[in-house]
């Protein structure tokens, strides 16, 4: 089955830093790749996502990059504030046969603390 | 337009004995996933619904089940409760019809801890 490795675990960057988070996937059939955000005791928050018709997905901030090929994607947070200090974690959708859509396989998740 | 709701948010059960959660979806969403979450395991799908059928199961004892209700609440069912059982459990809601509406968007979560 689909299986997604994150990297690094941990990132510790100054605010107005850029930080990049990288996650690898196995199932080339995966069409799907949303990055969440969690913060310390509330629930994960979805905050961009890519679909494997798309190389590149900006939103302010942040933007997520994708590469079929290679089968990785990854998270560019620009100018980062304290605010921005959350567990982020990586997903893949697998698409194979009888699995139907929805099934998230997550990324083991990176925490972000972002220094003042 | 209200989020994912999770009912009760904190339980406190002992082993051997079984548990019920409840999720209601956003309004207008039809496929509810459910997910657990422990330190150690991390985000762990447990299966997912879509009109009242399960579509998807992901690698869990036969212990965990689930069913969804024609206005799309979801509830999801542990028996015979494992200490290991403790974590956090997590419902999402998304439309569920297409690629083009995979979103999917967290409840608060149930905290079940097993004592």
């Known amino acids: 089955g689909e299986n997604v490795e994150q990297h690094p675990s941990t990132l510790s960057v100054q605010e107005g830093d850029s930080a990049v988070i990288k996650c690898t996937y196995s199932?080339?059939?995966?069409?799907?790749f949303p990055w969440y955000k969690q913060e310390l005791g509330k629930r994960p928050q979805l905050i961009i996502d890519?679909?494997?018709?798309?190389g590149e997905k900006k939103d302010q901030r942040i933007a997520v990059t994708l590469n079929k090929t290679a089968k990785h994607f990854s998270l560019h947070i620009t100018e980062t504030q304290p605010e921005d200090s959350a567990v982020y974690f990586c997903?893949?959708?697998?698409?194979?046969?009888?699995?139907?859509?929805?099934?998230?396989?997550f990324g083991t998740g990176t925490r972000l603390l972002v220094s003042p | 337009k209200a989020g994912v709701t999770q009912t009760p948010r904190y339980l406190i059960k002992t082993r051997g004995q079984q548990v019920t959660l409840s999720c209601s979806p956003i309004?207008?969403?039809?496929?509810v996933s459910w997910y657990q979450q422990t330190p150690g395991q991390g985000l762990q799908f447990l299966f997912e619904?879509?009109?009242?059928?399960?579509?998807n199961k992901g690698n869990f004892p036969g212990r965990f089940s689930g069913r969804q209700f024609s206005n799309s609440r979801s509830e999801m069912n542990v028996s015979t409760l494992e200490l290991g059982d403790s974590a956090l459990y997590l419902c999402?809601?998304?439309?569920?019809?297409?690629?083009?509406?995979?979103?999917?968007?967290f409840g608060p979560g149930t905290r079940l801890t097993v004592t």
């Open positions: 309004s207008g969403h039809r496929s």
């Open positions: 199932d080339s059939a995966s069409n799907y």
């Open positions: 997903a893949a959708t697998p698409r194979g046969a009888n699995t139907g859509f929805q099934k998230l396989v």
């Open positions: 999402a809601s998304s439309l569920g019809t297409s690629v083009q509406t995979y979103e999917q968007y």
């Open positions: 890519i679909r494997s018709n798309v």
């Open positions: 619904y879509f009109s009242e059928t399960q579509r």
